[in-house]
């Protein structure tokens, strides 16, 4: 419950963050605390509980028990919007892009608090109206230049490469005041070249940005490359943190994966030798 | 950037006075003899739709959320303009302020009566708004026929006739225009955004409840100023006038036109509501080849006739002129 | 309030609410299977009662009873139903709710006009169908006809409760909304069970037609779409898709319509209504349904 020796709270800080569902405690006593600029992943096997983690902290469920703050603000019971708007952005298991809208477009949407003008200044398109979209323009272009979009601005995002609908979510992310990027298995279905341009953009974004990023993802390559720290949660509990190369030795942490030691596939030395 | 824009409303107001300079021409030198009045109120009948059926595709084809009760809008702008209209005449107003300050009236009370009703309905989804809809139209129905100001059940009449087609096509030009301007704003953006992904568009901070109710009150005051055309049209109505029949007729023309599409709400309803009265004597076929057409259109075209697509006098000259090709090849090798 | 008025009103009111009550029931059913609500089960209804106008003339001048038309009236609601399930409602089920929705609207008011164009605006008039007696006692009068048509009303509901329950056929109606996936998967025809489900809807709003006749013989072409509507209020009060509670909400629309007709006689539209509104924003699964959140 002692903070650390810091001045400012840490960005996310969770106390014993958990829900039931009926019987069911789809996530128990999840203890997290992230720093600014922090690459924290989330691991563990398929349904383990950490996209709950995520709907938990954004809102989208409200936790049965235990708390969350950003910023040492407390969280629980606000409702997404308010989340968002405080500061925590996702992205989606499956992408939830605005298909039939252009990319530049779906970014724009997620600027929407940023703008001013209201009804009046719309319908009789004042100075203010101007500016400021011609300044939403110019930001969004910015963001699709960072994810590596530029000059796809007018295609129908339904209409763009997987790979490609990936990064506009994230350039969508980026364009909210975020202070916390969750994302939720980012790489799912991209192949090594894709990742790979992934994994320069969540380095582009944690140092430009300097806002810490907490990941779900599947491909080890990819967590053990890219964080920092990585939690493992196994039916909803956390059975282990630390840094990559303490985790990917954890017996624990194997069991959770591959089941205990005596039901693993006995190894293709030890029956060669047999 | 802004020239351009300039520009191009520029090229709509002349386009649009053209038109009206058109009628005038057409309407003056009696082109149609005899039936110039006919014709007249024909047009001024089609101007009105109009601007209920666009305000409508607001809700439905922008925003993809349903209403069944448009023409208790309609109705409430009706009464409102009338009363107003009724109370102010004789005092020295010139008619055409009196027309407009009515006309406002009844967008006014209709703009109201969408938020009163937004704000509970809209928590609702899909069956069930459309549904509480129609109750919340069936209530002011009701309503209407019990209280004695708006005639007590019985059809009140007397108004007066201040609708006239030059007056009923500016006023449909400005009405039209300005949802244009709204669907062409961070307003179309979002209610779009919530269309397509409503979980996505509040993982994107917007405050869709809010958004909902905002369009649904936009929608409303529009329908209500349809209404005020409506009653100082056929200077009588009675409340069973706006019925879930004329609600689902509106709904029927915001869906064949096309959703999404103000185009195809204009032509659409134009062209559905001087059906009637070119065809006169099929009248009673009307509903049911309505009905027909609708069922088909779910089936082969469900975004309606024109779905999604708007007329742009700015595309049409620029792919006349050819200038626009290459970009819109480049566009599509994903370049 | 006298008692002789209290004790006629709620007879007047469980007559009107059994009547609801069996079209509640098809409502109910249907919805239950494809979570859709058929707008034109009403003018199913409409069109089960034309068909009574014609084939009860024509029962009685044989010497049978008249009430044995219900069964030819079954037969062609049935098959309407069917018919329009294939061919308007099939087509567009996937393409997402708005488009059903639009698509029952549509078809609502084909059958409404379509019957003004075969039979005219003008009501017509259904013959007696139930020669039973009156009973009058203290000063009211209960018709017997009342009974029958509550009667009827729980045979209906008890037969499909155990048929919901109890055969295979049922099973399946119950299994194709929960995951229609996994239903697929069981080997259930999904197709078929919902074309069995219409045409079981459907012959039940014959039934319906048959006591609403009993009742009120003006038939007109308008008739169905009010009191579709009324049905689905009844519908959703007492718990959609669940079968008594279409029982349940029938009853209590319709006591709640003639009692408030008692005190407010221009407003108890409005007042049926307002407790639509109502439930729907307090309860949206009705009196004896469960609370089931929406799944992000």
């Excluded at chain 1, 958990?18 to 789809?26: C, T, Y």
């Excluded at chain 2, 082969?300 to 007329?311: A, D, N, T």
């Excluded at chain 3, 006749?213 to 718990?239: E, Q």
Aim: with cysteine.
């Amino acid at each position: 419950m002692a903070e650390k020796n810091q001045s400012k709270p840490p960005v996310l800080r969770t106390h014993s963050l958990g829900i039931q569902f009926g019987g069911l405690r789809a996530v128990d006593d999840f203890n997290i605390e992230i720093g600014e600029s922090e690459l924290v992943g989330l691991i563990g096997p398929n349904g383990a509980g950490k996209t709950t983690v995520f709907n938990l902290i954004t809102g989208v469920y409200q936790p049965t028990e235990g708390s969350f703050y950003l910023n040492g603000i407390e969280m629980n019971g606000k409702k997404t919007y308010q989340i968002v708007e405080a500061g925590i952005v996702r992205t989606f298991q499956n992408i939830r892009l605005f298909r039939k809208m252009t990319v530049i477009d779906n970014v724009k949407v997620a600027m929407e608090q940023k703008l001013h003008y209201g009804l009046p200044q719309a319908v009789f398109r004042t100075g203010s109206f101007w500016r400021e979209e011609a300044q939403l323009t110019r930001y969004a272009r910015e963001l699709l230049d960072i994810v590596h979009l530029s000059g796809k601005e007018n295609l129908e995002a339904g209409n763009l490469p997987y790979g490609q609908q990936r990064r506009l979510e994230i350039a969508r992310a980026l364009a909210t005041d975020m202070k916390l990027l969750l994302l939720d298995e980012p790489a799912a279905g991209m192949n090594p070249i894709e990742t790979e341009e992934l994994l320069e953009i969540i380095h582009f974004i944690r140092n430009q940005f300097k806002i810490p990023v907490l990941l779900i993802e599947h491909d080890m390559s990819l967590v053990m490359n890219i964080c920092e720290r990585i939690q493992v949660l196994d039916f909803g509990t956390t059975i282990a943190s630390g840094t990559p190369e303490e985790i990917s030795s954890n017996p624990k942490v194997i069991e959770a994966y591959l089941g205990k030691e005596e039901d693993a596939p006995v190894s293709e030395e030890v029956r060669e030798n047999a | 950037m802004k020239k351009e824009v300039l520009f191009s409303y520029a090229v709509n107001m002349i386009a649009v006075t053209a038109l009206f300079a058109v009628f005038v021409l057409l309407f003056e030198t009696r082109a149609f003899g005899n039936s110039t009045q006919y014709i007249q109120g024909i047009f001024t009948t089609a101007c009105y739709t109009i601007i209920m059926v666009t305000s409508l595709n607001l809700v439905v084809g922008f925003m993809g959320e349903f209403s069944l009760g448009h023409a208790g809008f309609v109705s409430v702008g009706a009464y409102a303009s009338a009363i107003v209209s009724n109370a102010l005449a004789g005092k020295g107003l010139s008619d055409l302020t009196l027309f407009l300050v009515a006309l406002l009236a009844g967008g006014i009370a209709a703009g109201i009566t969408g938020v009163l009703v937004g704000i509970p309905a809209l928590r609702l989804r899909g069956d069930y708004l459309a549904i509480v809809t129609v109750a919340f139209a069936e209530i002011i129905r009701v309503a209407f026929c019990n209280f004695p100001i708006t005639g007590g059940g019985k059809t009140i009449s007397g108004i007066l006739k201040l609708s006239t087609f030059y007056r009923a096509f500016w006023v449909m030009v400005v009405c039209v225009a300005v949802m244009f301007l709204f669907v062409r704003s961070r307003f179309g953006r979002t209610v779009k955004a919530i269309r397509e992904d409503y979980v996505a568009a509040a993982a994107s901070g917007i405050h869709v409840t809010y958004y909902k109710v905002l369009t649904f009150t936009v929608a409303a005051f529009f329908a209500g100023i349809g209404g005020g055309l409506y009653a100082h049209y056929m200077t009588a109505m009675i409340p069973t006038n706006f019925n879930f029949m004329y609600s689902a007729e509106l709904l029927s023309e915001v869906i064949i036109g096309g959703t999404g599409s103000l185009t195809g709400s204009i032509l659409g309803a134009a062209f559905l509501s001087s059906l009637p009265e070119m065809m006169r004597q099929f009248s009673q076929y009307r509903m049911l080849a309505y009905s027909v057409v609708l069922i088909l259109v779910m089936i082969f075209r469900p975004g309606g006739i024109f779905g999604g697509w708007e007329f742009s006098l700015k595309q049409l000259a620029s792919s006349l002129s050819g200038k626009t090709k290459s970009k819109a090849v480049q566009e599509k090798e994903g370049m | 309030m006298t008692f002789p008025l209290f004790v006629q009103s709620l007879i007047n009111g469980l007559n009107q609410g059994a009547i609801y009550a069996l079209i509640a029931l098809g409502y109910t059913m249907v919805y239950g299977i494809i979570r859709m609500i058929n707008f034109a089960h009403g003018d199913f209804i409409m069109v089960g009662a034309y068909t009574l106008f014609y084939t009860i003339p024509v029962m009685t001048s044989a010497g049978m009873p008249a009430w044995l038309s219900v069964f030819l009236g079954i037969v062609v609601c049935a098959v309407l139903g069917v018919l329009v399930e294939t061919v308007a409602y099939r087509p567009v089920r996937k393409a997402g709710p708005m488009s059903a929705l639009i698509t029952a609207l549509a078809m609502s008011l084909f059958l409404e006009n379509l019957a003004m164009v075969l039979f005219g605006a003008k009501p017509h008039n259904v013959q007696a169908i139930f020669r039973l007696p009156t009973i009058r006692f203290l000063g009211v009068s209960l018709p017997l006809n009342v009974l029958l048509t509550l009667l009827i009303g729980v045979l209906m509901m008890l037969a499909l409760q155990i048929f919901v329950k109890k055969t295979r056929l049922g099973k399946a109606m119950r299994a194709v909304p929960q995951d229609r996936f996994a239903s697929v998967l069981s080997g259930i025809n999904v197709n078929k069970i919902i074309t069995v489900t219409f045409a079981i809807g459907s012959a039940l709003a014959a039934v319906a037609a048959l006591m609403y006749c009993a009742r009120y013989p003006r038939v007109t072409n308008d008739m169905g779409s009010m009191m579709g509507i009324k049905a689905f209020i009844a519908a959703v009060l007492g718990g959609i898709g669940i079968i008594p509670g279409a029982m349940l909400g029938g009853i209590l629309v319709g006591l709640i319509e003639i009692f408030v007709k008692l005190f407010a006689p221009g407003w108890y539209e409005a007042i049926t209504y307002s407790v639509l509104i109502i439930i729907l924003l307090v309860k949206p699964s009705g009196i004896l349904g469960s609370n089931l959140g929406e799944k992000v």
